[in-house]
Protein backbone atom coordinates (compact mmCIF):
# COMPACT_ATOMS: atom_id res chain seq x y z
CA UNK A 1 0.00 0.00 0.00
CA UNK A 2 0.87 3.51 -0.53
CA UNK A 3 1.37 6.07 2.69
CA UNK A 4 1.97 9.39 2.75
CA UNK A 5 4.85 10.40 5.02
CA UNK A 6 6.65 13.38 6.24
CA UNK A 7 10.46 13.96 6.27
CA UNK A 8 11.23 15.54 9.22
CA UNK A 9 14.98 15.78 10.95
CA UNK A 10 15.97 12.74 8.88
CA UNK A 11 12.77 10.70 10.36
CA UNK A 12 9.91 9.51 7.93
CA UNK A 13 6.85 10.20 10.00
CA UNK A 14 3.47 8.87 8.59
CA UNK A 15 0.69 11.10 8.20
CA UNK A 16 -1.79 8.36 9.05
CA UNK A 17 -1.73 5.62 12.27
CA UNK A 18 -0.18 2.32 10.78
CA UNK A 19 0.92 -0.78 12.57
CA UNK A 20 3.61 -2.36 10.57
CA UNK A 21 4.98 -6.51 11.67
CA UNK A 22 8.75 -5.79 11.52
CA UNK A 23 11.12 -3.02 12.45
CA UNK A 24 12.76 -2.34 9.71
CA UNK A 25 11.77 -2.14 6.19
CA UNK A 26 11.84 -0.30 2.46
CA UNK A 27 10.62 2.62 1.65
CA UNK A 28 10.84 3.87 -1.81
CA UNK A 29 11.67 7.27 -2.31
CA UNK A 30 11.91 9.07 -5.57
CA UNK A 31 15.26 10.02 -7.20
CA UNK A 32 14.19 13.04 -7.57
CA UNK A 33 12.97 14.00 -4.46
CA UNK A 34 16.72 12.66 -2.82
CA UNK A 35 18.21 15.48 -5.43
CA UNK A 36 16.10 17.98 -4.14
CA UNK A 37 17.27 17.49 -0.57
CA UNK A 38 21.07 17.49 -1.40
CA UNK A 39 20.53 21.13 -3.25
CA UNK A 40 23.35 21.20 -4.94
CA UNK A 41 23.74 22.42 -8.64
CA UNK A 42 25.64 20.50 -10.04
CA UNK A 43 26.89 21.37 -13.85
CA UNK A 44 26.88 18.65 -16.30
CA UNK A 45 29.69 18.41 -18.62
CA UNK A 46 29.48 17.52 -22.06
CA UNK A 47 32.00 14.67 -22.07
CA UNK A 48 32.64 14.95 -25.94
CA UNK A 49 34.87 18.24 -24.87
CA UNK A 50 36.87 16.28 -23.22
CA UNK A 51 40.10 14.14 -24.97
CA UNK A 52 39.31 10.24 -25.50
CA UNK A 53 41.55 9.03 -23.09
CA UNK A 54 39.28 10.90 -20.36
CA UNK A 55 36.37 9.33 -21.95
CA UNK A 56 38.23 5.74 -21.83
CA UNK A 57 38.97 5.49 -18.70
CA UNK A 58 35.39 6.82 -17.75
CA UNK A 59 34.32 3.42 -19.18
CA UNK A 60 36.74 1.43 -17.52
CA UNK A 61 34.91 2.85 -14.27
CA UNK A 62 31.70 2.26 -15.32
CA UNK A 63 32.76 -1.36 -16.46
CA UNK A 64 33.84 -2.68 -13.04
CA UNK A 65 30.43 -1.10 -11.53
CA UNK A 66 28.48 -3.24 -14.37
CA UNK A 67 30.82 -5.94 -13.39
CA UNK A 68 29.59 -5.91 -9.96
CA UNK A 69 26.49 -6.30 -10.94
CA UNK A 70 26.51 -9.53 -12.16
CA UNK A 71 27.75 -10.79 -8.45
CA UNK A 72 25.63 -13.68 -6.77
CA UNK A 73 26.13 -15.24 -3.87
CA UNK A 74 25.45 -18.88 -2.73
CA UNK A 75 22.25 -19.39 -1.55
CA UNK A 76 23.18 -20.06 2.16
CA UNK A 77 25.17 -16.99 2.12
CA UNK A 78 22.65 -14.16 1.05
CA UNK A 79 20.49 -12.23 2.88
CA UNK A 80 22.57 -13.74 6.31
CA UNK A 81 23.37 -11.06 7.98
CA UNK A 82 25.01 -11.33 11.58
CA UNK A 83 23.61 -9.23 14.86
CA UNK A 84 26.95 -7.55 14.97
CA UNK A 85 26.28 -7.10 10.91
CA UNK A 86 22.97 -5.64 11.69
CA UNK A 87 24.06 -3.11 14.09
CA UNK A 88 26.70 -1.46 12.06
CA UNK A 89 24.38 -1.05 9.11
CA UNK A 90 22.42 0.87 11.42
CA UNK A 91 24.63 2.86 12.41
CA UNK A 92 26.00 3.38 8.71
CA UNK A 93 22.39 4.18 8.60
CA UNK A 94 22.05 6.73 11.12
CA UNK A 95 24.85 8.69 9.74
CA UNK A 96 23.78 8.42 6.18
CA UNK A 97 20.60 10.02 7.62
CA UNK A 98 22.54 12.94 9.59
CA UNK A 99 24.65 13.81 6.76
CA UNK A 100 21.35 13.85 4.32
CA UNK A 101 19.39 15.48 7.12
CA UNK A 102 22.61 18.42 7.08
CA UNK A 103 22.08 18.80 3.18
CA UNK A 104 25.48 16.81 2.96
CA UNK A 105 26.25 13.74 0.40
CA UNK A 106 26.80 10.73 1.74
CA UNK B 1 49.03 20.41 -6.30
CA UNK B 2 50.50 16.72 -6.42
CA UNK B 3 48.04 14.78 -4.23
CA UNK B 4 44.39 14.60 -3.69
CA UNK B 5 42.65 12.86 -0.26
CA UNK B 6 39.50 11.98 -1.61
CA UNK B 7 36.53 12.27 0.94
CA UNK B 8 34.33 9.21 1.09
CA UNK B 9 31.83 11.06 -0.85
CA UNK B 10 34.06 10.97 -4.20
CA UNK B 11 35.55 7.35 -3.56
CA UNK B 12 31.25 6.64 -3.29
CA UNK B 13 30.71 8.58 -6.68
CA UNK B 14 33.12 6.26 -8.24
CA UNK B 15 31.72 3.18 -7.61
CA UNK B 16 27.52 3.91 -7.64
CA UNK B 17 26.10 6.30 -10.19
CA UNK B 18 24.23 9.03 -8.06
CA UNK B 19 23.64 13.06 -9.17
CA UNK B 20 27.27 14.26 -9.37
CA UNK B 21 29.06 10.97 -9.44
CA UNK B 22 30.12 11.73 -12.82
CA UNK B 23 32.09 14.87 -12.17
CA UNK B 24 33.75 12.76 -9.40
CA UNK B 25 34.87 10.24 -11.87
CA UNK B 26 35.46 12.92 -14.57
CA UNK B 27 38.04 14.69 -12.34
CA UNK B 28 39.06 11.34 -10.91
CA UNK B 29 40.17 10.57 -14.72
CA UNK B 30 41.98 13.25 -15.50
CA UNK B 31 43.68 13.67 -11.91
CA UNK B 32 44.91 9.93 -13.25
CA UNK B 33 46.37 11.36 -16.79
CA UNK B 34 48.11 14.55 -14.68
CA UNK B 35 49.87 11.75 -12.65
CA UNK B 36 48.43 13.00 -9.61
CA UNK B 37 48.54 10.94 -6.38
CA UNK B 38 45.00 9.86 -4.88
CA UNK B 39 45.27 9.01 -1.75
CA UNK B 40 42.11 7.21 -0.01
CA UNK B 41 42.13 7.08 4.26
CA UNK B 42 42.41 3.77 5.52
CA UNK B 43 40.18 5.15 8.87
CA UNK B 44 37.35 5.46 5.93
CA UNK B 45 37.37 1.42 4.65
CA UNK B 46 34.18 0.77 6.23
CA UNK B 47 32.32 3.81 6.14
CA UNK B 48 33.13 3.38 2.34
CA UNK B 49 31.85 0.13 2.37
CA UNK B 50 28.25 0.87 4.13
CA UNK B 51 27.79 3.47 2.28
CA UNK B 52 28.70 1.65 -1.04
CA UNK B 53 26.58 -0.89 -0.04
CA UNK B 54 23.75 0.78 1.18
CA UNK B 55 23.74 3.06 -2.15
CA UNK B 56 23.57 -0.52 -3.78
CA UNK B 57 21.03 -2.02 -1.94
CA UNK B 58 18.31 0.77 -2.57
CA UNK B 59 18.90 1.34 -6.26
CA UNK B 60 18.64 -2.26 -6.56
CA UNK B 61 15.43 -2.19 -5.13
CA UNK B 62 14.78 1.50 -6.12
CA UNK B 63 15.01 -0.11 -9.59
CA UNK B 64 12.42 -3.13 -8.60
CA UNK B 65 15.41 -6.12 -8.35
CA UNK B 66 15.78 -6.21 -4.88
CA UNK B 67 18.96 -7.38 -3.72
CA UNK B 68 19.95 -8.57 0.10
CA UNK B 69 22.17 -6.36 2.46
CA UNK B 70 24.79 -9.25 1.70
CA UNK B 71 25.17 -9.16 -1.59
CA UNK B 72 24.94 -5.55 -1.73
CA UNK B 73 28.17 -5.70 0.27
CA UNK B 74 29.65 -8.34 -1.66
CA UNK B 75 29.25 -6.03 -4.44
CA UNK B 76 30.22 -3.06 -2.64
CA UNK B 77 33.88 -4.82 -1.76
CA UNK B 78 34.31 -6.00 -5.14
CA UNK B 79 33.88 -2.17 -6.68
CA UNK B 80 35.92 -0.91 -3.99
CA UNK B 81 38.49 -3.42 -4.39
CA UNK B 82 38.54 -2.83 -7.85
CA UNK B 83 38.73 1.14 -7.41
CA UNK B 84 41.21 1.22 -5.27
CA UNK B 85 43.68 -1.01 -6.13
CA UNK B 86 45.51 2.40 -8.16
CA UNK B 87 45.08 4.49 -5.21
CA UNK B 88 47.42 4.93 -2.20
CA UNK B 89 46.41 4.10 1.31
CA UNK B 90 47.19 6.93 3.56
CA UNK B 91 47.66 4.81 6.87
CA UNK B 92 45.38 6.30 9.92
CA UNK B 93 47.99 7.39 12.72
CA UNK B 94 47.22 7.77 17.08
CA UNK B 95 47.42 11.27 16.62
CA UNK B 96 44.60 11.26 14.51
CA UNK B 97 42.44 9.23 16.82
CA UNK B 98 42.07 12.30 19.69
CA UNK B 99 38.92 13.25 17.57
CA UNK B 100 35.79 12.38 19.99
CA UNK B 101 35.67 16.12 21.02
CA UNK B 102 35.07 17.49 17.62
CA UNK B 103 32.22 18.23 15.94
CA UNK B 104 32.49 15.87 13.14
CA UNK B 105 34.98 12.98 13.97
CA UNK B 106 34.70 11.37 10.29
CA UNK B 107 35.78 14.96 8.96
CA UNK B 108 38.38 15.93 11.76
CA UNK B 109 40.63 13.09 10.76
CA UNK B 110 40.96 13.60 7.20
CA UNK B 111 41.52 17.41 7.55
CA UNK B 112 44.70 16.27 10.39
CA UNK B 113 45.70 14.01 8.04
CA UNK B 114 46.29 16.72 5.40
CA UNK B 115 48.82 18.06 7.29
CA UNK B 116 51.34 15.55 7.02
CA UNK B 117 51.70 16.46 3.18
CA UNK B 118 54.14 19.57 2.38
CA UNK B 119 52.15 22.88 2.23
CA UNK B 120 50.69 23.44 -1.00
CA UNK B 121 51.19 19.52 -2.64
CA UNK B 122 47.89 18.08 -1.65
CA UNK B 123 44.06 18.55 -1.86
CA UNK B 124 40.76 17.30 -0.32
CA UNK B 125 38.46 16.08 -2.56
CA UNK B 126 34.92 16.55 -1.73
CA UNK B 127 31.32 17.20 -2.58
CA UNK B 128 30.48 18.02 0.98
CA UNK B 129 30.01 21.67 1.27
CA UNK B 130 30.31 21.34 4.65
CA UNK B 131 33.96 19.52 4.91
CA UNK B 132 34.93 22.25 2.41
CA UNK B 133 34.61 24.92 4.75
CA UNK B 134 36.57 23.06 7.71
CA UNK B 135 39.38 22.32 5.85
CA UNK B 136 39.15 25.72 4.05
CA UNK B 137 41.59 26.50 0.84
CA UNK B 138 43.12 23.06 1.05
CA UNK B 139 39.64 21.71 0.15
CA UNK B 140 38.48 21.90 -3.53
CA UNK B 141 35.04 20.02 -5.42
CA UNK B 142 35.68 17.69 -8.30
CA UNK B 143 33.88 20.65 -10.34
CA UNK B 144 36.53 23.39 -9.03
CA UNK B 145 39.47 20.28 -9.96
CA UNK B 146 37.74 20.02 -13.69
CA UNK B 147 37.89 23.56 -14.24
CA UNK B 148 41.53 23.86 -12.24
CA UNK B 149 42.53 21.00 -14.75
CA UNK B 150 41.11 21.64 -18.03
CA UNK B 151 42.58 25.47 -17.59
CA UNK B 152 46.33 24.89 -16.53
CA UNK B 153 46.95 21.63 -18.03
CA UNK B 154 48.53 19.84 -14.93
CA UNK B 155 52.12 17.87 -16.39
CA UNK B 156 53.39 15.83 -14.29
CA UNK B 157 57.64 17.10 -13.16
CA UNK B 158 60.02 14.76 -14.06
CA UNK B 159 62.51 14.34 -11.31
CA UNK B 160 65.99 13.80 -11.42
CA UNK B 161 65.25 10.62 -9.03
CA UNK B 162 61.94 9.61 -8.93
CA UNK B 163 61.85 7.88 -5.10
CA UNK B 164 57.83 8.71 -4.49
CA UNK B 165 56.73 6.40 -6.83
CA UNK B 166 59.05 3.80 -5.23
CA UNK B 167 57.78 4.37 -2.33
CA UNK B 168 54.45 3.92 -3.44
CA UNK B 169 54.92 0.64 -4.55
CA UNK B 170 56.10 -0.54 -1.34
CA UNK B 171 54.06 0.86 1.29
CA UNK B 172 52.79 -1.39 2.59
CA UNK B 173 55.70 -3.56 3.15
CA UNK B 174 57.97 -0.42 4.21
CA UNK B 175 55.18 0.61 6.76
CA UNK B 176 54.87 -2.45 8.10
CA UNK B 177 58.75 -2.73 8.83
CA UNK B 178 58.82 0.69 10.16
CA UNK B 179 56.13 -0.17 12.20
CA UNK B 180 57.26 -3.66 13.38
CA UNK B 181 60.59 -1.47 14.68
CA UNK B 182 58.59 1.03 16.27
CA UNK B 183 56.90 -1.86 18.59
CA UNK B 184 59.93 -4.24 19.27
CA UNK B 185 62.12 -1.37 20.19
CA UNK B 186 66.26 -2.64 19.28
CA UNK B 187 66.85 0.36 17.33
CA UNK B 188 70.68 -0.30 17.70
CA UNK B 189 71.05 -3.92 16.08
CA UNK B 190 68.08 -4.78 15.81
CA UNK B 191 66.79 -8.37 14.45
CA UNK B 192 66.36 -6.38 10.86
CA UNK B 193 70.08 -5.81 10.51
CA UNK B 194 70.82 -9.75 10.68
CA UNK B 195 68.32 -10.37 8.27
CA UNK B 196 69.45 -7.54 5.97
CA UNK B 197 73.03 -8.73 6.01
CA UNK B 198 72.17 -12.40 5.34
CA UNK B 199 70.01 -11.16 2.06
CA UNK B 200 72.80 -8.70 0.85
CA UNK B 201 75.47 -11.22 1.28
CA UNK B 202 72.97 -14.00 -0.84
CA UNK B 203 72.50 -11.80 -3.24
CA UNK B 204 75.86 -10.60 -4.17
CA UNK B 205 77.35 -14.69 -3.89
CA UNK B 206 79.71 -12.96 -0.57
CA UNK B 207 80.29 -15.32 2.43
CA UNK B 208 80.00 -11.97 4.79
CA UNK B 209 77.97 -8.72 4.84
CA UNK B 210 78.80 -6.47 7.24
CA UNK B 211 76.15 -3.56 7.33
CA UNK B 212 77.76 0.19 8.22
CA UNK B 213 76.53 3.65 8.82
CA UNK B 214 77.08 4.84 5.65
CA UNK B 215 78.76 4.15 2.23
CA UNK B 216 81.98 6.14 3.34
CA UNK B 217 81.99 4.68 6.59
CA UNK B 218 82.21 1.07 4.77
CA UNK B 219 85.61 2.68 3.22
CA UNK B 220 87.07 3.78 6.60
CA UNK B 221 86.21 0.46 8.08
CA UNK B 222 87.48 -1.72 5.14
CA UNK B 223 91.16 -0.06 5.38
CA UNK B 224 90.91 -0.03 9.13
CA UNK B 225 90.43 -3.72 8.62
CA UNK B 226 93.28 -4.09 6.37
CA UNK B 227 95.49 -1.70 8.66
CA UNK B 228 95.84 1.58 6.29
CA UNK B 229 97.38 4.11 8.09
CA UNK B 230 100.31 7.01 7.81
CA UNK B 231 102.31 6.65 5.34
CA UNK B 232 100.83 4.48 3.51
CA UNK B 233 99.22 4.51 -0.47
CA UNK B 234 96.15 3.45 -1.73
CA UNK B 235 95.69 3.81 -5.66
CA UNK B 236 92.45 4.76 -7.09
CA UNK B 237 90.26 6.93 -9.32
CA UNK B 238 90.54 10.76 -9.54
CA UNK B 239 86.77 10.85 -10.78
CA UNK B 240 84.25 9.90 -8.32
CA UNK B 241 82.90 11.49 -5.20
CA UNK B 242 85.13 12.56 -2.77
CA UNK B 243 84.32 10.44 0.00
CA UNK B 244 86.85 7.96 -2.06
CA UNK B 245 89.83 10.09 -1.48
CA UNK B 246 88.82 11.46 1.77
CA UNK B 247 88.70 7.99 3.67
CA UNK B 248 92.07 7.28 2.64
CA UNK B 249 93.77 10.76 3.11
CA UNK B 250 91.44 10.80 6.99
CA UNK B 251 93.77 7.29 7.87
CA UNK B 252 96.61 9.28 6.93
CA UNK B 253 97.23 7.37 3.92
CA UNK B 254 98.12 9.12 0.64
CA UNK B 255 95.40 8.83 -2.28
CA UNK B 256 97.25 7.70 -5.55
CA UNK B 257 95.10 9.02 -8.23
CA UNK B 258 95.31 6.81 -11.71
CA UNK B 259 93.69 7.90 -14.83
CA UNK B 260 90.33 7.13 -16.26
CA UNK B 261 89.45 4.53 -19.52
CA UNK B 262 87.56 7.27 -21.54
CA UNK B 263 84.65 4.87 -22.16
CA UNK B 264 83.81 3.46 -18.65
CA UNK B 265 85.29 6.49 -16.34
CA UNK B 266 86.67 4.31 -14.45
CA UNK B 267 90.41 3.33 -13.92
CA UNK B 268 92.68 2.01 -16.22
CA UNK B 269 94.05 -0.93 -15.20
CA UNK B 270 96.94 -0.12 -17.93
CA UNK B 271 98.33 2.97 -15.89
CA UNK B 272 97.75 1.19 -12.45
CA UNK B 273 101.15 -0.78 -12.20
CA UNK B 274 103.09 2.21 -12.65
CA UNK B 275 101.97 3.87 -9.72
CA UNK B 276 103.00 1.16 -7.63
CA UNK B 277 105.47 1.56 -4.93
CA UNK B 278 107.01 -0.32 -1.73
CA UNK B 279 104.67 2.23 0.06
CA UNK B 280 101.07 0.84 -1.90
CA UNK B 281 98.96 -0.89 0.80
CA UNK B 282 95.72 -0.98 -1.61
CA UNK B 283 93.41 -0.44 -5.00
CA UNK B 284 90.60 1.02 -4.41
CA UNK B 285 88.62 1.10 -7.95
CA UNK B 286 85.39 2.32 -8.48
CA UNK B 287 82.36 1.46 -10.33
CA UNK B 288 81.64 4.81 -11.36
CA UNK B 289 77.77 5.57 -12.54
CA UNK B 290 76.83 1.47 -11.72
CA UNK B 291 79.30 -0.06 -13.86
CA UNK B 292 82.04 -2.35 -12.64
CA UNK B 293 85.46 -1.59 -13.25
CA UNK B 294 88.35 -3.90 -15.22
CA UNK B 295 88.31 -5.90 -11.85
CA UNK B 296 89.64 -9.01 -13.50
CA UNK B 297 92.37 -7.14 -14.60
CA UNK B 298 92.84 -5.08 -11.31
CA UNK B 299 92.90 -8.62 -9.56
CA UNK B 300 95.73 -9.92 -11.10
CA UNK B 301 97.34 -6.81 -10.72
CA UNK B 302 97.08 -6.36 -7.35
CA UNK B 303 97.71 -10.52 -7.14
CA UNK B 304 101.14 -9.93 -8.28
CA UNK B 305 101.88 -7.56 -6.17
CA UNK B 306 100.05 -9.02 -2.75
CA UNK B 307 97.64 -6.14 -2.45
CA UNK B 308 93.96 -6.40 -1.28
CA UNK B 309 91.35 -4.59 -3.38
CA UNK B 310 88.62 -2.84 -2.27
CA UNK B 311 85.43 -1.88 -4.86
CA UNK B 312 84.03 0.77 -4.09
CA UNK B 313 80.59 -0.31 -5.55
CA UNK B 314 78.54 2.57 -3.95
CA UNK B 315 76.96 3.29 -7.36
CA UNK B 316 76.99 -0.79 -8.83
CA UNK B 317 75.18 -2.69 -6.13
CA UNK B 318 73.06 -5.42 -8.56
CA UNK B 319 75.17 -4.79 -11.62
CA UNK B 320 77.15 -7.71 -12.41
CA UNK B 321 80.38 -8.62 -14.49
CA UNK B 322 81.18 -11.46 -16.50
CA UNK B 323 78.26 -12.75 -14.69
CA UNK B 324 79.54 -12.26 -11.06
CA UNK B 325 77.42 -9.64 -8.56
CA UNK B 326 79.45 -5.89 -8.02
CA UNK B 327 80.41 -6.35 -4.00
CA UNK B 328 81.51 -9.97 -4.66
CA UNK B 329 84.48 -9.52 -6.73
CA UNK B 330 87.61 -8.24 -4.86
CA UNK B 331 89.10 -8.96 -1.02
CA UNK B 332 86.15 -6.60 -0.24
CA UNK B 333 83.31 -4.36 -1.52
CA UNK B 334 81.73 -1.85 -0.59
CA UNK B 335 78.49 -0.40 -1.06
CA UNK B 336 76.14 2.85 -0.10
CA UNK B 337 72.61 2.80 0.93
CA UNK B 338 72.62 6.68 0.51
CA UNK B 339 68.83 7.77 -0.75
CA UNK B 340 69.56 8.17 -4.34
CA UNK B 341 71.67 4.97 -4.64
CA UNK B 342 69.89 1.67 -6.22
CA UNK B 343 69.26 0.13 -3.58
CA UNK B 344 68.72 3.55 -1.17
CA UNK B 345 67.18 3.64 2.04
CA UNK B 346 65.94 6.87 3.83
CA UNK B 347 68.96 8.33 5.48
CA UNK B 348 72.77 7.11 5.47
CA UNK B 349 73.73 3.25 5.50
CA UNK B 350 76.16 1.25 3.32
CA UNK B 351 76.91 -2.64 4.09
CA UNK B 352 80.54 -4.78 3.27
CA UNK B 353 81.12 -7.84 1.52
CA UNK B 354 83.92 -10.41 1.99
CA UNK B 355 84.45 -13.85 1.72
CA UNK B 356 87.50 -13.73 4.39
CA UNK B 357 86.39 -14.72 7.81
CA UNK B 358 89.56 -13.25 9.29
CA UNK B 359 88.46 -9.59 7.57
CA UNK B 360 85.08 -10.26 8.08
CA UNK B 361 85.43 -10.25 11.80
CA UNK B 362 87.97 -6.96 11.98
CA UNK B 363 85.29 -5.03 10.34
CA UNK B 364 82.62 -6.45 12.36
CA UNK B 365 84.62 -5.23 15.68
CA UNK B 366 85.47 -2.16 13.90
CA UNK B 367 82.59 -0.76 13.10
CA UNK B 368 81.24 -1.23 16.74
CA UNK B 369 84.28 0.86 18.28
CA UNK B 370 86.42 -2.04 17.67
CA UNK B 371 84.60 -4.21 20.20
CA UNK B 372 85.08 -8.20 20.12
CA UNK B 373 82.86 -8.46 22.83
CA UNK B 374 81.02 -5.79 25.37
CA UNK B 375 82.78 -3.23 26.42
CA UNK B 376 86.38 -4.59 25.78
CA UNK B 377 87.96 -3.03 22.65
CA UNK B 378 91.33 -4.82 21.35
CA UNK B 379 91.42 -2.35 18.74
CA UNK B 380 90.36 1.35 17.47
CA UNK B 381 86.90 1.23 15.64
CA UNK B 382 84.19 3.79 15.21
CA UNK B 383 80.29 4.23 15.69
CA UNK B 384 79.76 2.95 12.25
CA UNK B 385 76.69 0.53 13.12
CA UNK B 386 73.63 0.62 10.57
CA UNK B 387 70.53 1.42 12.06
CA UNK B 388 68.14 -0.86 12.73
CA UNK B 389 65.15 1.27 10.98
CA UNK B 390 67.30 1.85 7.94
CA UNK B 391 67.88 -2.09 7.92
CA UNK B 392 63.88 -2.33 7.90
CA UNK B 393 63.49 0.16 5.19
CA UNK B 394 66.17 -1.16 2.54
CA UNK B 395 64.25 -4.91 3.34
CA UNK B 396 61.36 -3.32 2.25
CA UNK B 397 63.39 -2.28 -1.09
CA UNK B 398 64.87 -5.76 -1.64
CA UNK B 399 61.66 -6.95 -2.59
CA UNK B 400 61.19 -5.13 -5.99
CA UNK B 401 64.91 -4.40 -6.27
CA UNK B 402 65.55 -7.53 -9.06
CA UNK B 403 62.53 -5.84 -11.15
CA UNK B 404 64.40 -2.23 -10.38
CA UNK B 405 67.93 -3.57 -12.23
CA UNK B 406 65.85 -4.87 -14.65
CA UNK B 407 63.87 -1.40 -15.46
CA UNK B 408 66.64 0.50 -15.04
CA UNK B 409 68.84 -1.37 -17.73
CA UNK B 410 65.85 -0.97 -20.35
CA UNK B 411 65.78 2.67 -19.34
CA UNK B 412 69.30 3.10 -19.89
CA UNK B 413 68.95 1.46 -23.38
CA UNK B 414 66.35 3.18 -24.32
CA UNK B 415 67.82 6.28 -23.17
CA UNK B 416 70.85 5.31 -25.63
CA UNK B 417 69.06 3.98 -28.76
CA UNK B 418 66.73 7.19 -28.54
CA UNK B 419 70.19 9.48 -28.52
CA UNK B 420 71.83 7.83 -30.95
CA UNK B 421 69.49 8.24 -32.94
CA UNK B 422 68.38 11.90 -32.87
CA UNK B 423 71.76 13.19 -31.13
CA UNK B 424 74.96 11.81 -32.94
CA UNK B 425 76.51 14.09 -31.12
CA UNK B 426 76.70 12.97 -27.94
CA UNK B 427 78.74 10.47 -26.24
CA UNK B 428 76.47 7.89 -24.55
CA UNK B 429 77.38 5.88 -21.61
CA UNK B 430 79.49 2.58 -23.49
CA UNK B 431 78.70 -0.34 -21.08
CA UNK B 432 81.20 -3.30 -21.86
CA UNK B 433 79.52 -6.31 -23.21
CA UNK B 434 80.88 -8.53 -20.23
CA UNK B 435 79.05 -6.24 -17.86
CA UNK B 436 75.63 -4.73 -17.36
CA UNK B 437 75.18 -1.41 -15.63
CA UNK B 438 72.43 -0.70 -12.87
CA UNK B 439 72.48 3.02 -13.97
CA UNK B 440 73.10 5.00 -10.52
CA UNK B 441 73.51 8.07 -13.12
CA UNK B 442 72.56 7.91 -16.95
CA UNK B 443 75.32 9.99 -17.86
CA UNK B 444 76.47 11.52 -21.57
CA UNK B 445 79.53 14.15 -22.49
CA UNK B 446 77.67 17.37 -24.40
CA UNK B 447 79.78 20.00 -25.95
CA UNK B 448 78.83 23.56 -24.13
CA UNK B 449 77.63 21.29 -20.86
CA UNK B 450 76.64 24.12 -18.74
CA UNK B 451 74.94 26.09 -21.48
CA UNK B 452 73.07 23.11 -22.13
CA UNK B 453 71.69 22.14 -17.85
CA UNK B 454 70.92 25.33 -17.77
CA UNK B 455 68.74 25.47 -20.84
CA UNK B 456 67.55 21.54 -20.08
CA UNK B 457 66.49 23.16 -16.31
CA UNK B 458 64.64 26.12 -17.69
CA UNK B 459 62.67 23.51 -19.48
CA UNK B 460 61.61 21.54 -16.80
CA UNK B 461 64.46 18.84 -16.91
CA UNK B 462 66.76 18.40 -14.10
CA UNK B 463 69.80 17.10 -14.66
CA UNK B 464 73.29 16.90 -12.58
CA UNK B 465 76.97 16.84 -12.92
CA UNK B 466 79.28 13.51 -11.91
CA UNK B 467 81.68 15.31 -10.93
CA UNK B 468 82.65 18.71 -11.73
CA UNK B 469 86.08 18.70 -10.28
CA UNK B 470 88.23 15.58 -10.67
CA UNK B 471 89.51 14.56 -6.90
CA UNK B 472 93.37 15.11 -7.75
CA UNK B 473 92.36 19.17 -8.22
CA UNK B 474 90.29 19.67 -5.50
CA UNK B 475 91.73 22.47 -3.22
CA UNK B 476 91.93 19.83 0.16
CA UNK B 477 94.17 17.67 -2.29
CA UNK B 478 96.52 20.64 -3.75
CA UNK B 479 99.31 19.31 -1.43
CA UNK B 480 99.63 16.33 -3.10
CA UNK B 481 101.23 18.41 -6.08
CA UNK B 482 99.20 16.84 -9.01
CA UNK B 483 99.44 19.27 -11.87
CA UNK B 484 97.44 20.26 -14.44
CA UNK B 485 96.86 17.20 -17.40
CA UNK B 486 97.78 14.74 -14.75
CA UNK B 487 95.02 12.95 -14.99
CA UNK B 488 94.22 14.34 -18.57
CA UNK B 489 91.07 11.79 -19.18
CA UNK B 490 88.98 12.59 -16.17
CA UNK B 491 89.53 16.17 -16.27
CA UNK B 492 88.16 16.44 -19.67
CA UNK B 493 85.67 13.99 -18.30
CA UNK B 494 84.85 16.68 -15.82
CA UNK B 495 84.10 19.21 -18.40
CA UNK B 496 81.72 17.45 -20.18
CA UNK B 497 79.54 14.94 -18.29
CA UNK B 498 76.17 15.71 -17.78
CA UNK B 499 73.48 13.35 -16.00
CA UNK B 500 69.77 12.59 -16.25
CA UNK B 501 67.45 11.70 -14.53
CA UNK B 502 67.54 8.30 -14.06
CA UNK B 503 65.15 5.56 -12.00
CA UNK B 504 63.29 2.66 -12.39
CA UNK B 505 60.13 4.34 -12.44
CA UNK B 506 61.03 6.62 -14.95
CA UNK B 507 58.74 6.72 -18.18
CA UNK B 508 59.37 5.83 -21.58
CA UNK B 509 57.18 8.91 -22.78
CA UNK B 510 59.62 11.14 -19.57
CA UNK B 511 63.19 9.66 -21.80
CA UNK B 512 61.39 10.63 -25.48
CA UNK B 513 60.87 14.05 -23.65
CA UNK B 514 64.20 14.12 -22.49
CA UNK B 515 65.68 13.40 -25.74
CA UNK B 516 63.48 16.07 -27.17
CA UNK B 517 64.24 19.20 -24.94
CA UNK B 518 67.61 17.87 -25.42
CA UNK B 519 67.71 17.77 -28.93
CA UNK B 520 66.24 21.31 -29.21
CA UNK B 521 68.69 22.38 -26.72
CA UNK B 522 71.86 21.28 -28.90
CA UNK B 523 70.21 22.46 -32.39
CA UNK B 524 69.45 25.82 -30.77
CA UNK B 525 73.07 26.31 -29.35
CA UNK B 526 74.73 25.44 -32.30
CA UNK B 527 72.68 27.79 -34.62
CA UNK B 528 73.42 30.61 -31.81
CA UNK B 529 77.05 29.43 -32.21
CA UNK B 530 76.64 29.69 -36.02
CA UNK B 531 75.09 33.30 -35.55
CA UNK B 532 78.26 34.43 -33.71
CA UNK B 533 80.65 33.65 -36.10
CA UNK B 534 79.28 35.14 -38.76
CA UNK B 535 78.81 38.28 -36.94
Known amino acids: ?106 | MKHLLLDVNVVVDLCVTRRGSTNSRLALAQAKKAGLTCWCYVGSVQTMEYVVADELFHQANAAGQPISRTLSKARARFILGQHTAHFQWLAALAGEADVFGTEDPEDEQLILALDRFPVNTVVLLTRDKLMSDRAGERAMTPEALIECQRAQAIQPAIDFIDLKTQQDAIRPELEKNIHRVLHHGQYIMGPEVKQLEDKLAAYVGAKHCITASSGTDTLLIAMMALGIGPGDEVITTPFTFIATGEMIALLGARPVFVDIDPRTYNIDPAKIEAAITPKTKAIMPVSLYGQCADMDAINEIANRHRLPVIEDAAQSFGATYKGRKSCALSTIGSTSFFPSKPLGGYGDGGALFTNDDALAKAMRDIRVHGQDRRYHHPRIGINGRLDTLQAAIVLAKMERFDWEVEQRQKVGAGYTAMLKESCPEIVVPFIEPYSTSVYAQYTIQVANRDDVAKRLNDSGIPTAVHYPVPLHQQPVFQALGYKKGACSIAEQAAENVLSFPMGPDLLESDVKQIVKNLNACIRLLSQLNQNEKSI
Not at chain 1, 12 to 33: C, G, N, S
Open chain 1, 1 to 106: MNIQAIWENGVFRPLQPIAIKHARLTIVVPDEEIEALTAENVPDYDLNDFPAEIREELAKIQAINDAAAKIALPAEMDGVELDEQEQRTRAFDLRNALRREQGRPV
